[in-house]
C-alpha cells in the first residue's frame, strides 16, 4: 500500500472516489486536447519566425553551438519544473515551447538548405500521419498499453540512448564511414519507431490520470509530454528523411 500511495496516479483515484469536483477542477481530455494544440501552436510558431529570419550562411558557428546546446538545457529544464511544480506549467511549458520551437526552426532551416524544403513537409505530414494513426490503434484498442509495455518503452529509450553513446564513441575512435552510416541508419529507423510508440504511453498516461480524478494543473503536464514525444518524433523523422534525400544525391 505505501508504494501505491506514492503513486499520484493512485493517489489522485484515492482522492476522486471521495470528492466530485467537476470539469471545472479535475482534468479532462478536452482540457488536455486544448492545451497540446495550444503548445503546440506556440512552438510552431517560434520555430516559423526563427526559420524564416535565419540566414544559414551567414549564421556564426559560436551562435549556432549557442543554439543547438542552449535551447535543449532551457526546454529538458522547463519539462522537468514543469513536472515537478505543475502548478506553474502554464508558465514553464511556455518556455518549453520557445526554447523548443527556436531549436526546431534552426534544425528546419538547415536540413532545409542542405536537403531541399521537401523534407520539411515529408516529416511534418509522417509526424501528424503517425499521430492520427497511433491515437487510432489505442482509442480502438488494438493495441493495449499495459504495465509490460511501459516497462518495454523505457527500457527500449534507455537502450537506444546508449546505442547513440556508443555510436558517438565508435566515430570519434574512427570506425569506417560505410559501417557508420549503415549503423546510424539502423538507430535513427530504431529512434521513429521507439518515438511512435511512445505517443501511446503517452495515451495511457493521460487516460490514467484523467480518470484518476487529477487537478486541472496536471493538464499542462500531460500536454507537455504529448508534444515533447511529437516533437521528438519530427525531428527523428527529418533525420530519417535527410538520409533518404542524401543517399539519392
Known sequence: MKLRGENPVYKYAEKSGLYDYGDSYSATYKGVAFKTFYLLAITAIFALIFAYRLNVEGFGVSRM????IGAPIIAIIAVIVTHRKPEIGMFTT???????????????????????????????MGTFGVLAGMLFLYSTGIIRVGNFFKKAMISALVGLIFASILLMILYFAGIAMQTFQTLYLGIV??????????????????TEFVDAGAPKEMEWSLALGLVVTIVW?????????????????
Request: hydrophobic share 60%; proline share 0%.
Open 65 to 68: 553551438i549557442g543554439i543547438m
Open 94 to 124: 511556455l518556455v518549453y515551447a520557445g526554447a523548443e520551437g527556436t531549436f526546431i526552426g534552426f534544425i528546419s532551416a538547415l536540413y532545409a538548405y542542405i536537403y531541399g524544403g521537401e523534407i520539411i513537409h515529408m516529416a511534418l
Open 233 to 249: 518524433l519530427y525531428l527523428e523523422l527529418l533525420r530519417l528523411f535527410a538520409i533518404i534525400a542524401g543517399r539519392r544525391d
Open 189 to 206: 529507423v530504431l529512434s521513429v519507431i521507439i518515438s511512435s510508440l511512445f505517443l501511446l504511453y503517452d495515451f495511457k498516461m493521460v
